[in-house]
């Protein structure tokens, strides 16, 4: 509604100001016409009052004087019913000597009009709307004395007619402006209501994703307008927000069942040893030690988690410096290299070109260290894991090539979720967690990279790491 009348206004109140202005103009206009005519009459009384001899016209002057005073009342007469306007003309002592409407003859004139122009020598033009006419009075000087002021012509004319027009057109134009008000908002009413209806049908699927429920969707989804793209973005949105919810929910039950395995183990394994009093040392050494693994695999996980809750934490930020890839990688192979003579793995390195970038150093060198150790781990005993650092005139490249177990193409999609094993029975062996790539992902997506992974069963894996070498490029 608000939307309707926000367009209602805004569509009348130009409309209704050109209106206004327009009437203002019209009746200026034709208020005008009427001044310009009134004065070319006035010109014409002007020079009669002055040529009947207007320096002797008083109403006690002698009788062959007077007569001039009767032939200039006789043509103001005949002149006044000619034009329509009504005729006074004053003396110097403000006594009206002659009226064209014959009623205020010998009558003193406070007329402010009369005395403006007789006193400033000048047309006065006034218009006096409460009475409905304009008045038009000039000076009249002397004939024997130009310096000399004598009296006044004053016009009156009715222009009632004018405000009576310029009145109906203002009643015609506010009832214009009412049709076209009413009009205009039923047609913006229903328009804002249409265009405001899929608003309304997202508004409701938010509402309903605020209280949880996040499966709700904007259903017919038609078209290729706005409002399409939209609620088509917005579903999409609904979708990845139900995702996370889902990896959360499912993130927190994987920690569960992770942390409650081993914790499960040592109870057993307690238990078994409370349970003999009189166990060999040997026994109690074997279950001792299972109980340290057990401990080391859950300090594992904890760490696993606090290294991925650090780089999700993004106000953190990355401790970004200047590294040399080519350094990083030969340190990392190094640390990783009794792991692979354990395995008779050949590793091999590969340095391209020598490369600079910006990065964080601790998150990266995790990030490619858990790639390499995980190719190593998954390799068989006589393998090879080969590391090579290239780079282009905008990002480095890290691959990690091993001749392992291999990825199935449906897996390749999965393997960067928290906890998520290819081959469960296999990883337990090896000891993992399920979060290396995990957290490898996460550090290589906070650089602003991308982890690539091609792979074959039985043949082995290729993982491309891309960072870029300037930070923003």
Do not use: C
Not at 375 to 404: E, L
């Amino acid at each position: 509604m608000k939307l309707a009348l926000s367009f209602t206004v805004l569509s009348l109140v130009p409309l209704a100001v050109f209106f206004f202005m327009a009437i203002s103009h019209i009746e200026a206009e034709y208020i005008y016409e009427r001044e310009v005519e009134i004065q070319r009459y006035m010109f014409w009384a002007h020079d009669l009052t002055t040529a009947r001899g207007f320096d002797y016209l008083d109403i006690s002057v002698p009788p062959w004087i007077a007569g001039g005073v009767v032939g200039l009342r006789s043509q103001i007469n005949t002149r006044s019913i000619e034009w329509g306007y009504r005729v006074l003309v004053i003396n110097d002592s403000l006594e009206i000597i002659a009226d064209s409407a014959g009623t205020r003859v010998g009558q003193t004139a406070i007329i402010p009009e009369v005395m403006q122009a007789i006193a400033e020598q000048t047309i006065v033009t006034n218009v006096r709307r409460d009475e409905g006419v304009i008045y038009m009075a000039t000076f009249v000087i002397s004939r024997r004395d130009t310096t000399e002021r004598v009296g006044a012509v004053l016009l009156i004319d009715n222009v009632e007619d004018i405000f009576e027009m310029i009145d109906d057109l203002r009643s015609t134009l506010l009832t214009i402006i009412w049709v076209v008000a009413l009009t205009v908002l039923v047609v913006v009413f229903i328009t804002a209501n249409t265009l405001i209806h899929p608003l309304r049908r997202i508004l409701r699927v938010v509402q309903r994703m605020s209280m949880g429920q996040l499966d709700a969707r904007i259903n017919n989804v038609k078209g290729h307008d706005e409002y399409a793209l939209l609620a088509s973005n917005f579903n999409t949105m609904a979708e990845k927000l139900d995702a996370v919810e889902k990896t959360r929910e499912e993130f927190v039950s994987n920690v569960s069942h992770e942390l409650k395995t081993p914790l499960s183990s040592m109870k057993v394994l307690s238990e078994s040893i409370l349970l003999q009093e009189s166990a060999p040392e040997a026994m109690y050494r074997e279950f001792l030690q299972d109980i340290v693994n057990e401990v080391d695999r859950m300090t594992g996980i904890n760490n696993d988690l606090l290294a991925l809750v650090r780089i999700d934490q993004r106000e953190q930020g990355l401790n970004i410096s200047s590294l040399s890839v080519n350094e990083m990688v030969e340190g990392i192979l190094k640390r990783l290299s009794p792991l692979s003579e354990q395995k008779n793995i050949a590793l091999i390195y590969d340095d391209v070109r020598p490369v600079q970038i910006e990065a964080d150093e601790i998150k990266l060198t995790l990030a490619i260290s858990n790639i390499v150790e995980n190719g190593i781990k998954y390799t068989p005993h006589g393998g090879s894991v080969k590391v090579a650092v290239d780079a282009d005139h905008q990002f480095t490249y890290v691959s990690v090539q091993d001749t392992g177990m291999g990825i199935d193409e449906a897996e390749q999609t999965k393997i960067f979720n928290r906890f998520y094993r290819v081959d469960k029975a296999r990883d337990r062996e090896t000891g993992g967690t399920g979060l290396g790539l995990a957290i490898s992902h996460a550090a290589v997506v906070a650089h602003g990279g991308t982890i690539r992974v091609t792979s074959k069963p039985d043949e082995g894996s290729v993982f491309v790491v891309r960072i870029p070498i300037r930070r923003g490029a």
